[in-house]
């Protein structure tokens, strides 16, 4: 097991603009350089020009409900997974994330363009030692049939298994030790997916107004992929799932030693079984390597 000793942040700014998933709307981020220790730091203004901070952190994570989003009431940043997915496997610690809404840009509805603009900025090795969250023992969630659990492990490890009643689909499962190299080759460039149906009742609802087949694996009534192209990697939709997991899992506040499996997981249940790994001293530990 390699893991890298020392926090690291950005080179350099770097900022990149599309559309917000659910608002339609233009959305612009950038991303700046952080100081040791000061962990990610989501950062966006409200109508008055007041600032508004956010750790990436569980204890600041609001609704899960269609995607992760950090804080509560009229202040909230929805839809941050596929950034912090690109966060974390790279290994970024310190960084700030300026946002001029309420959305990250979904892109193309994978992590890659994340990834493509940090390796642009060039990643910088601080001095300070980084500290990781071992998983000492099992954390398990279970609702309704799904699962996610935390197991101990030397190394990082992610096994997700999904199902779904579509033949598009079925029962796919995922499982890989994680560094950037694995994550940039076989997870970061997997889609967002969806059902045409389930699409057109958010339009109805005044959601998902910026998805589009540019930024989504859509699912027609066919039960056929609609987007020209079809799939960009096999069973690129429990890869996309892994994505969104190593996402949710950065809300631990630290990269972690140890295996995450999951069952028909989302957002919601990787959500909970993080907020059960902290809440309990007892299944894990603090630690430099």
Do not use: C
């Not at 398990?140 to 096994?159: C, K, Q, V």
């Not at 579509?166 to 499962?173: L, N, T």
């Not at 992929?225 to 799932?241: A, M, S, T």
């Amino acid at each position: 097991m390699t893991l890298q000793p020392f926090q690291q942040t950005l080179a350099k700014p770097v900022m990149l603009a599309g559309v917000g998933v659910h608002s339609g709307k233009v959305a612009n981020v950038e991303f700046i350089p952080a100081a040791e220790n000061s962990g990610i730091v989501f950062i966006r203004e409200d109508a008055q020009g007041n600032q508004h901070r956010f750790a990436a952190h569980a204890d600041q994570v609001g609704s899960t409900d269609l995607s992760t989003t950090l804080g509560a009431g009229d202040i909230r940043i929805h839809t941050i997974e596929h950034l912090m997915s690109a966060v974390s496997a790279l290994g970024l610690d310190n960084l700030e994330i300026m946002l001029d809404g309420a959305e990250v840009p979904i892109l193309d509805g994978s992590s890659l363009d994340f990834v493509n603009a940090f390796e642009a900025s060039g990643i910088e090795t601080q001095t300070a030692k980084r500290k990781f969250i071992r998983v000492l023992k099992p954390v398990r969630i279970e609702h309704n049939g799904s699962w996610a659990e935390f197991t101990p492990y030397d190394g990082l490890h992610y096994e997700v298994e999904i199902e779904f009643a579509s033949p598009v689909i079925g029962r796919q499962k995922y499982s890989a030790d994680l560094n950037a190299d694995v994550f940039k080759n076989d997870i970061a460039a997997a889609r967002t997916f969806g059902f045409m149906k389930d699409v057109e009742a958010l339009w109805a609802a005044g959601l998902a107004l910026g998805s589009s087949l540019e930024n989504s694996l859509v699912i027609g009534h066919d039960d056929k992929i609609i987007n020209e192209g079809g799939q960009r990697l096999k069973n690129e939709f429990v890869r996309h799932k892994t994505l969104d997991a190593i996402g949710d899992l950065a809300m631990l506040g630290a990269p972690f030693i140890g295996r995450f499996s999951s069952f028909r997981g989302g957002h919601k249940m990787n959500s909970h079984v993080v907020k059960a790994l902290l809440a309990d001293p007892s299944t894990h530990e603090i630690v430099e390597v």
